[in-house]
């Protein structure tokens, strides 16, 4: 039996292109000692790909001209010689952008299995794994939010950005203002993203609605764009304001000598703030508590995540060179396989 996957066939310049992949046929894995061998259901992409393809991560193992496609998705077991992931248990894993993988538990990052199976499987990209925890870590554990903060996000339609202010309410937030491109996404904010005011970036003064917005500063900034936008956010600081560094979207597709110069960063030291990256993996022992309160929350009708499914494991590529071009609403993913 064959499986179709998607392998690296060159490397991205600037922005991701589907040129840069090849669908091929390959035999399905077999199973081997200590292994899992799972059926792909949903595939997710992440503007960190870009760097996965061009091997400018640590995290990810480098990629050759040839390799399968590094990516996470949620699984299906359906053969096991691993206690650790039993048939049938539905997982989260680094699978590849492929129909099947054989995985073991000890690789890193560690697959997770998913309990909450009663909600939609998809939601194992989305609110109950990587783009709803790094909304909760970023507001909870580095944006240290409080039910009095005004908290502006950036990046608000995209797949962490879609979940910021649903949950910044769940946390006690009682308004949300979000930074999107374009009419459509900003309207999509504002009645299914849980934001109380949206500014388009591409057609509105930001400087202006900043000012207007925020008169006496902002108390949290979710930042997943940096450059400019954040330089503007800098010189608008309450004092203690916590500038949560989640991505920096805007600065991904340029050279080192090409990044934008921060002018308002003494503002920091002025304003007695803090502005801290995080990565949402070194919080790996405390998934299985965000899951639990992430499904809580959507449980009680507080969380309703926004998810943008295309049908196909032809259509991975495009699904991730949508994330460049601002095409994706909420969390953009695509719907390989089903349960068997
Ligand atoms: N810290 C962590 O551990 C962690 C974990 C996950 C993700 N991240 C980071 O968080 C950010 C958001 O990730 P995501 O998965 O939710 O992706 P995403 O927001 O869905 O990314 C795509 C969106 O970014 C916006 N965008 C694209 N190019 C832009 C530009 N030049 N300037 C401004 N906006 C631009 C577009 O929205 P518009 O239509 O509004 O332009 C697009 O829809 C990324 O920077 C990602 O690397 C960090």
């Given at each position: 039996m064959k499986q179709k996957q998607w392998v690296l066939a060159g490397r991205p310049t600037g922005a991701p292109s589907v040129d840069n992949f090849r669908l091929q046929e390959a035999p399905l894995p077999v199973l081997t000692t200590g292994k899992a061998l799972v059926k792909t259901l949903y595939l997710g992409v992440a503007p960190v790909m870009l760097r996965y393809m061009r091997n400018e991560?640590?995290?990810e193992r480098p990629m050759q001209i040839g390799d399968v496609m590094a990516g996470r998705g949620v699984a299906q077991v359906?053969?096991?010689?691993?206690p650790d992931l039993p048939l049938g248990a539905i997982i989260q894993a680094r699978l590849g952008w492929q129909e099947y993988a054989l995985i073991d538990?000890?690789?890193?990052?560690k697959p997770f299995i998913l309990?909450?199976?009663?909600?939609?499987?998809?939601y194992g990209i989305s609110t109950l794994a990587l783009s709803g925890f790094t909304a909760l870590v970023g507001l909870?554990?580095?944006?240290?939010?409080?039910?009095?903060d005004t908290i502006l996000v950036s990046g608000a339609g995209g797949g962490v950005g879609s979940q910021v202010a649903m949950v910044a309410k769940a946390l006690g937030a009682q308004s949300v203002v979000g930074i999107a491109g374009g009419p459509a996404k900003c309207q999509a904010l504002l009645?299914?993203?849980?934001?109380d005011v949206a500014i388009d970036y591409k057609n509105d003064c930001l400087e202006e609605r900043l000012d207007e917005l925020f008169p006496s500063g902002i108390d949290v900034f979710f930042d997943n764009v940096g450059g400019p936008l954040l330089d503007l956010v800098l010189a608008r600081l309450k004092r203690r304001a916590r500038i949560v560094i989640c991505g920096g979207i805007s600065e991904y597709l340029l050279e080192d000598g090409d990044r934008y110069q921060y002018k308002n960063l003494q503002n920091l030291g002025r304003q007695d703030a803090k502005m801290e990256a995080f990565f949402v993996y070194d919080y790996e022992p405390y998934f299985s508590s965000y899951a639990e309160q992430l499904a809580a929350w959507i449980r009680a009708g507080i969380i309703t995540p926004i998810e943008h499914i295309s049908e196909g494991i032809e259509t991975l590529p495009q699904a991730l060179v949508d994330l460049y071009v601002g095409a994706n609403f909420g969390v953009r993913m695509v719907h390989v396989g089903d349960v068997s």
């Open positions: 991560t640590a995290f359906i053969q096991s010689d691993c538990a000890a690789q890193y990052p309990p909450h199976t009663d909600l939609p499987l998809s909870r554990e580095i944006g240290k939010l409080k039910p009095t009645s299914k993203m849980a934001y």
